[in-house]
């Protein structure tokens, strides 16, 4: 081959290195080696959790999703948990919570439980405590560490007593669960002593509501304290009052059949009966709103984010320098 020709044969064409870098993956070019990609991985979860414990909820999710795709572990989908609550992501957290890890230690099944009542989806939740207990309820003895991790679980399982408003089992389960002298009976205690406050909630009565509404419409809305629905009961039934007695006079002075007052005298009945059921449900409705407000306000103080991921037990690595 003379030295000309092996020149050209060295230098490859801009076409075929376009055709080579442009359909041609770059890992069947050169092999990445197995330590490549363990560093690939450990700055995932490091960026992540740098960029989490600078509150920049938003870039840590991409990172600890990524990260979750390439090792779908229960550490991986811990953080994943843990950045789709910060940014309130429901799907995510269902889609997760479909994809149970087998034998997960306490952190994972802490993040999911706590995960699945945010939802609201205690059918999820239950097997996921009943298999942990399971796990760990005889191990407790001898194992400290393991007992704190069984009754912060505990204490997280009363959650759905308490979104279900069963308030007076609320507060027999958290003082049982205070019999114990430790930072979680301590707590129990202190939430079944809020939980009492719960007899202090304001109340309106639904039978009084209704009576007052019968005796004068609209009094039961405004005694309910809903004071539009109160003046538009008022304002019709008096329209409907006012215009059967005006319809019966004409049609008395004119000697004319009285079809049009009975028609609406019954169309005024029928506001009127509505007007007295409305006001019971009014009343119902403002003491299943101020019992929600009283158990948010308990979720806040003895249930929020922070509170969860501090007890879950989750250890953040250093930030990359």
Known sequence: MSRQAFT??????????FVLFSFVKPATLVAAPESTILISNDYFKKTGD???????????????LHLYRMIPDEQSASRLFLSSLRREDERMLESLLYRPQPDAGFTYSYLSVYAAFRLQRYDLARPI?????????????SNRSGEAEYR???????????????????????????????????????????????????RKSPWLAA?????????GQAYTEHYSDATMAFFWNLTFVGGTAYLYDLERSADRPHTGSIVTGIIGLIFYASNITGAYSSAHRRNVFMERRFAEHLRRS?????LIERESG????????
Not at 8 to 17: D, E, I, T
Not at 50 to 64: F, G, I, K, P, W
Not at 302 to 306: A, C, E, V, W
Request: aromatic letters at 12%; charged letters at 30%.
């Open 152 to 202: 912060r679980m505990q204490f997280l399982r009363g959650a759905e007593i308490l979104d279900l408003r069963r308030f007076d089992d609320a507060v027999l389960y958290y003082s049982e669960l205070g019999r114990i002298d430790d930072a979680t009976g301590k707590r129990s205690l202190m939430l079944a002593e809020d939980l009492r406050q719960h007899q202090l909630v304001s």
């Open 314 to 321: 989750i250890e953040f690595t250093r930030p990359l320098e």
């Open 50 to 64: 740098a960029y989490y414990t600078r509150r920049d909820y938003e870039s840590a999710h991409l990172h600890y």
């Open 129 to 141: 405590i009943e298999s942990f207990e399971t796990r760990n309820g005889t191990k407790t003895g």
């Open 302 to 306: 003895y249930f929020s984010t922070d």
């Open 8 to 17: 050209r044969f060295k230098k490859p064409s801009p076409f075929l290195l």
């Open 211 to 219: 009576s007052l509404s019968a005796v004068l419409p609209g009094a």
